[in-house]
Protein backbone atom coordinates (compact mmCIF):
# COMPACT_ATOMS: atom_id res chain seq x y z
CA UNK A 1 0.00 0.00 0.00
CA UNK A 2 2.69 2.44 -1.44
CA UNK A 3 0.25 5.30 -1.36
CA UNK A 4 -0.09 5.38 2.60
CA UNK A 5 3.38 7.13 2.19
CA UNK A 6 1.61 10.50 1.33
CA UNK A 7 -0.29 10.17 4.75
CA UNK A 8 2.38 8.90 7.12
CA UNK A 9 6.38 9.88 6.31
CA UNK A 10 8.55 7.13 6.83
CA UNK A 11 9.31 6.38 10.57
CA UNK A 12 5.77 7.66 11.23
CA UNK A 13 4.73 3.91 12.25
CA UNK A 14 1.36 4.37 11.39
CA UNK A 15 -1.00 0.83 10.15
CA UNK A 16 -3.57 1.21 7.71
CA UNK A 17 -6.96 0.29 9.05
CA UNK A 18 -8.73 1.06 5.82
CA UNK A 19 -8.72 3.53 2.73
CA UNK A 20 -10.90 5.36 0.39
CA UNK A 21 -9.90 7.28 -2.77
CA UNK A 22 -12.48 9.35 -4.56
CA UNK A 23 -11.73 12.38 -7.40
CA UNK A 24 -9.01 14.25 -5.59
CA UNK A 25 -9.59 13.62 -1.95
CA UNK A 26 -7.95 10.74 0.09
CA UNK A 27 -9.18 9.10 3.31
CA UNK A 28 -7.10 7.05 5.68
CA UNK A 29 -8.02 5.38 8.85
CA UNK A 30 -5.16 4.13 10.54
CA UNK A 31 -3.97 2.99 14.20
CA UNK A 32 -0.53 4.17 15.80
CA UNK A 33 0.90 2.26 19.12
CA UNK A 34 1.75 4.01 22.03
CA UNK A 35 4.91 5.43 21.96
CA UNK A 36 7.42 7.31 24.68
CA UNK A 37 8.22 10.30 22.44
CA UNK A 38 7.57 12.09 18.93
CA UNK A 39 9.86 14.55 17.18
CA UNK A 40 9.14 15.40 13.82
CA UNK A 41 9.77 17.66 11.32
CA UNK A 42 7.75 17.40 7.54
CA UNK A 43 6.07 18.90 4.91
CA UNK A 44 2.70 17.72 3.23
CA UNK A 45 2.25 18.46 -0.50
CA UNK A 46 -1.64 17.70 -0.62
CA UNK A 47 -3.61 20.20 2.33
CA UNK A 48 -4.21 17.40 5.01
CA UNK A 49 -7.10 17.59 7.66
CA UNK A 50 -6.09 14.83 10.73
CA UNK A 51 -9.43 13.89 13.34
CA UNK A 52 -8.29 11.77 16.98
CA UNK A 53 -11.27 9.79 17.05
CA UNK A 54 -9.88 7.96 20.42
CA UNK A 55 -11.13 9.39 23.19
CA UNK A 56 -7.60 10.74 24.98
CA UNK A 57 -6.62 14.54 24.48
CA UNK A 58 -3.79 14.70 21.76
CA UNK A 59 -0.81 15.12 23.66
CA UNK A 60 1.02 16.77 21.00
CA UNK A 61 2.06 20.30 20.17
CA UNK A 62 3.18 22.18 16.56
CA UNK A 63 4.28 24.73 15.21
CA UNK A 64 4.93 26.05 11.82
CA UNK A 65 8.10 26.54 10.00
CA UNK A 66 7.54 29.20 7.92
CA UNK A 67 10.28 31.68 6.19
CA UNK A 68 10.45 34.87 8.58
CA UNK A 69 8.33 34.11 11.84
CA UNK A 70 8.76 32.15 14.67
CA UNK A 71 6.02 30.40 16.02
CA UNK A 72 5.40 29.01 19.65
CA UNK A 73 4.55 25.51 19.93
CA UNK A 74 0.57 25.19 20.30
CA UNK A 75 -1.18 22.02 21.76
CA UNK A 76 -3.07 20.07 18.93
CA UNK A 77 -6.70 19.79 19.28
CA UNK A 78 -8.28 16.90 18.16
CA UNK A 79 -8.66 18.12 14.49
CA UNK A 80 -5.86 19.57 12.93
CA UNK A 81 -5.28 21.62 9.27
CA UNK A 82 -1.79 21.24 7.71
CA UNK A 83 -1.95 23.57 4.64
CA UNK A 84 0.40 21.77 1.72
CA UNK A 85 3.74 23.39 1.28
CA UNK A 86 3.72 24.45 5.33
CA UNK A 87 6.84 22.76 7.12
CA UNK A 88 5.49 21.64 10.50
CA UNK A 89 7.08 20.69 13.48
CA UNK A 90 5.66 18.47 16.08
CA UNK A 91 6.57 17.27 19.16
CA UNK A 92 5.06 15.45 22.27
CA UNK A 93 5.62 13.18 25.08
CA UNK A 94 3.72 9.80 26.20
CA UNK A 95 1.56 9.15 23.62
CA UNK A 96 -0.98 6.67 24.11
CA UNK A 97 -2.02 4.05 21.23
CA UNK A 98 -4.81 6.18 19.46
CA UNK A 99 -6.75 5.64 16.22
CA UNK A 100 -6.67 8.79 13.32
CA UNK A 101 -8.59 9.69 10.64
CA UNK A 102 -6.48 11.07 7.60
CA UNK A 103 -7.48 13.44 4.55
CA UNK A 104 -6.28 14.41 1.83
CA UNK A 105 -8.42 17.43 0.02
CA UNK A 106 -8.58 18.74 -3.07
CA UNK A 107 -6.44 21.75 -3.08
CA UNK A 108 -8.35 25.36 -2.94
CA UNK A 109 -6.82 28.02 -5.28
CA UNK A 110 -7.69 30.68 -1.85
CA UNK A 111 -5.14 28.10 -0.04
CA UNK A 112 -1.99 29.09 -1.14
CA UNK A 113 -3.38 33.12 -0.68
CA UNK A 114 -3.78 32.83 3.23
CA UNK A 115 -0.75 30.86 3.80
CA UNK A 116 1.19 34.20 4.74
CA UNK A 117 -1.13 34.93 6.76
CA UNK A 118 -2.62 31.82 8.37
CA UNK A 119 -1.67 31.75 12.30
CA UNK A 120 -1.26 28.09 14.08
CA UNK A 121 -4.62 28.82 16.45
CA UNK A 122 -6.38 28.78 12.94
CA UNK A 123 -5.55 25.10 12.09
CA UNK A 124 -3.85 23.28 14.96
CA UNK A 125 -6.96 23.21 16.71
CA UNK A 126 -10.38 23.27 14.39
CA UNK A 127 -12.95 23.33 16.59
CA UNK A 128 -16.01 24.21 13.60
CA UNK A 129 -19.27 21.46 14.23
CA UNK A 130 -19.50 21.82 9.90
CA UNK A 131 -15.91 20.13 10.04
CA UNK A 132 -16.14 17.86 12.06
CA UNK A 133 -19.27 16.51 11.38
CA UNK A 134 -18.32 16.10 7.76
CA UNK A 135 -15.17 14.06 8.92
CA UNK A 136 -17.46 11.60 11.24
CA UNK A 137 -19.46 10.97 7.79
CA UNK A 138 -16.36 10.08 5.93
CA UNK A 139 -15.14 7.94 9.12
CA UNK A 140 -18.27 6.19 8.65
CA UNK A 141 -18.24 5.65 4.96
CA UNK A 142 -14.67 4.03 6.02
CA UNK A 143 -15.91 1.65 8.44
CA UNK A 144 -18.97 0.92 7.02
CA UNK A 145 -19.26 1.49 3.24
CA UNK A 146 -22.44 1.74 1.02
CA UNK A 147 -23.58 2.00 -2.54
CA UNK A 148 -22.54 6.10 -2.71
CA UNK A 149 -19.14 5.54 -0.70
CA UNK A 150 -17.11 6.88 -3.15
CA UNK A 151 -19.41 10.27 -4.50
CA UNK A 152 -19.85 10.69 -0.67
CA UNK A 153 -16.37 10.98 0.05
CA UNK A 154 -15.55 12.90 -3.11
CA UNK A 155 -18.60 15.06 -2.20
CA UNK A 156 -17.31 15.92 1.38
CA UNK A 157 -13.65 16.67 0.33
CA UNK A 158 -14.86 19.36 -1.95
CA UNK A 159 -16.95 20.85 1.00
CA UNK A 160 -14.32 20.76 3.56
CA UNK A 161 -11.99 22.33 1.03
CA UNK A 162 -14.61 25.16 0.56
CA UNK A 163 -15.28 25.30 4.07
CA UNK A 164 -11.83 25.92 5.61
CA UNK A 165 -10.75 28.64 2.73
CA UNK A 166 -14.00 30.61 3.92
CA UNK A 167 -13.03 30.03 7.51
CA UNK A 168 -9.33 31.07 6.94
CA UNK A 169 -10.53 34.21 5.13
CA UNK A 170 -12.61 34.89 7.59
CA UNK A 171 -9.85 34.36 10.31
CA UNK A 172 -7.03 36.35 8.24
CA UNK A 173 -6.33 39.20 10.38
CA UNK A 174 -6.72 42.76 8.87
CA UNK A 175 -6.76 46.22 10.53
CA UNK A 176 -8.91 47.62 7.95
CA UNK A 177 -11.52 45.20 9.15
CA UNK A 178 -10.55 46.19 13.10
CA UNK A 179 -8.92 43.35 13.82
CA UNK A 180 -5.87 42.81 15.67
CA UNK A 181 -2.24 42.96 14.43
CA UNK A 182 0.37 39.69 15.33
CA UNK A 183 2.14 41.91 17.64
CA UNK A 184 -1.08 42.36 19.73
CA UNK A 185 -2.45 38.94 19.46
CA UNK A 186 1.01 37.86 20.47
CA UNK A 187 0.60 39.59 23.74
CA UNK A 188 -2.24 38.15 24.83
CA UNK A 189 -1.28 34.74 23.64
CA UNK A 190 1.93 35.55 25.73
CA UNK A 191 -0.12 36.88 28.88
CA UNK A 192 -2.48 33.74 29.12
CA UNK A 193 0.05 31.22 28.72
CA UNK A 194 1.52 32.70 31.79
CA UNK A 195 -1.26 31.15 33.86
CA UNK A 196 -2.89 34.35 34.42
CA UNK A 197 -6.71 32.70 33.60
CA UNK A 198 -8.27 35.22 35.76
CA UNK A 199 -7.90 38.13 34.22
CA UNK A 200 -9.75 40.84 33.53
CA UNK A 201 -10.69 41.93 30.30
CA UNK A 202 -9.39 45.67 30.93
CA UNK A 203 -5.91 44.02 32.09
CA UNK A 204 -5.70 42.36 28.14
CA UNK A 205 -6.75 45.83 26.50
CA UNK A 206 -4.10 47.45 28.78
CA UNK A 207 -0.92 45.45 27.42
CA UNK A 208 -2.77 45.84 24.27
CA UNK A 209 -2.97 49.90 24.33
CA UNK A 210 -6.24 50.03 23.39
CA UNK A 211 -10.09 49.87 25.41
CA UNK A 212 -11.73 46.38 26.71
CA UNK A 213 -14.57 47.09 24.18
CA UNK A 214 -12.39 47.41 20.98
CA UNK A 215 -10.54 44.66 22.11
CA UNK A 216 -13.71 42.15 22.48
CA UNK A 217 -14.48 43.38 18.95
CA UNK A 218 -11.74 42.88 17.41
CA UNK A 219 -10.31 39.33 18.65
CA UNK A 220 -13.24 37.96 17.54
CA UNK A 221 -12.35 39.59 13.90
CA UNK A 222 -9.30 38.49 13.98
CA UNK A 223 -9.69 34.66 15.20
CA UNK A 224 -13.30 34.02 14.84
CA UNK A 225 -13.14 32.88 18.41
CA UNK A 226 -14.20 35.00 21.78
CA UNK A 227 -11.77 36.12 24.13
CA UNK A 228 -13.75 33.55 26.83
CA UNK A 229 -13.58 30.43 24.48
CA UNK A 230 -9.61 31.03 23.81
CA UNK A 231 -8.94 31.77 28.04
CA UNK A 232 -10.99 28.21 28.37
CA UNK A 233 -9.22 26.28 25.32
CA UNK A 234 -6.12 27.39 27.05
CA UNK A 235 -7.44 26.87 30.69
CA UNK A 236 -8.59 23.43 29.74
CA UNK A 237 -5.35 22.19 27.91
CA UNK A 238 -3.70 22.98 31.14
CA UNK A 239 -6.01 21.05 33.49
CA UNK A 240 -5.52 17.89 30.85
CA UNK A 241 -1.76 18.67 31.19
CA UNK A 242 -1.87 18.53 34.92
CA UNK A 243 -4.09 15.24 34.93
CA UNK A 244 -1.51 13.24 33.41
CA UNK A 245 0.73 13.70 36.57
CA UNK A 246 -0.64 11.27 39.29
CA UNK A 247 0.88 12.91 41.86
CA UNK A 248 -0.96 15.68 41.97
CA UNK A 249 -4.79 15.24 43.40
CA UNK A 250 -7.87 16.94 42.10
CA UNK A 251 -7.59 19.58 44.51
CA UNK A 252 -3.89 20.25 44.21
CA UNK A 253 -4.89 21.05 40.34
CA UNK A 254 -8.09 22.76 40.80
CA UNK A 255 -5.78 25.26 43.22
CA UNK A 256 -3.06 25.22 40.08
CA UNK A 257 -5.21 26.36 38.03
CA UNK A 258 -6.18 28.86 40.73
CA UNK A 259 -10.08 27.90 41.17
CA UNK A 260 -11.32 28.08 44.05
CA UNK A 261 -12.13 24.71 45.22
CA UNK A 262 -12.22 21.10 43.27
CA UNK A 263 -15.75 21.43 43.43
CA UNK A 264 -15.57 24.38 40.88
CA UNK A 265 -12.90 23.04 39.10
CA UNK A 266 -14.99 19.59 38.71
CA UNK A 267 -17.26 21.46 37.24
CA UNK A 268 -15.90 23.49 34.54
CA UNK A 269 -13.70 20.87 33.35
CA UNK A 270 -16.91 18.62 32.72
CA UNK A 271 -18.44 21.50 31.20
CA UNK A 272 -15.48 21.78 28.92
CA UNK A 273 -14.69 18.31 27.99
CA UNK A 274 -17.64 16.36 28.62
CA UNK A 275 -15.80 14.29 31.67
CA UNK A 276 -15.29 15.12 34.76
CA UNK A 277 -11.50 15.00 35.93
CA UNK A 278 -11.33 12.09 37.60
CA UNK A 279 -13.10 10.24 34.50
CA UNK A 280 -10.99 12.11 32.35
CA UNK A 281 -8.09 10.70 34.31
CA UNK A 282 -9.24 6.73 34.78
CA UNK A 283 -9.61 7.20 30.96
CA UNK A 284 -5.60 7.70 31.02
CA UNK A 285 -4.72 5.66 33.29
CA UNK A 286 -6.70 2.45 31.42
CA UNK A 287 -5.18 3.78 27.87
CA UNK A 288 -8.64 2.15 26.38
CA UNK A 289 -9.68 3.56 22.38
CA UNK A 290 -12.85 4.63 21.83
CA UNK A 291 -13.81 1.69 19.80
CA UNK A 292 -12.77 -0.33 23.20
CA UNK A 293 -14.80 2.52 25.50
CA UNK A 294 -17.87 4.08 23.58
CA UNK A 295 -17.99 4.65 20.07
CA UNK A 296 -19.01 8.16 18.63
CA UNK A 297 -19.91 6.33 15.02
CA UNK A 298 -23.17 5.10 14.12
Known sequence: MAQIEKFFPPGFGWAAVSRLEAGKTEIVLADH????????????????????????????????????????????????MVPSGM??????????????????????????????????????????????????????????????????????????????????????????????????????????????????ISELAAICGISSRHLMRAFGQATGRSLAEYIASIRADRARALLMDEAMSIAEIAQALRFSGASGFTTAFKRQTGLTPSAYRQLQRSGKSEWEAEPILN
Not at 48 to 74: K, V
Request: glycine share 6%; with cysteine.
Open 87 to 200: PIHVRADGVPARRMLYCALPESDEFPLLAESIQPQDCLDLREASVRTALMRLAHELLEPGFASAPIVEGLGMYLAGELADLLMRRKPTLRSGGLPRWQLKRIDDYLHAGNWNCR
Open 33 to 80: AAVDAVDRKYVQDRTMLSFLISPQNNPSSARFLTEGRTDRFTPLGTIV
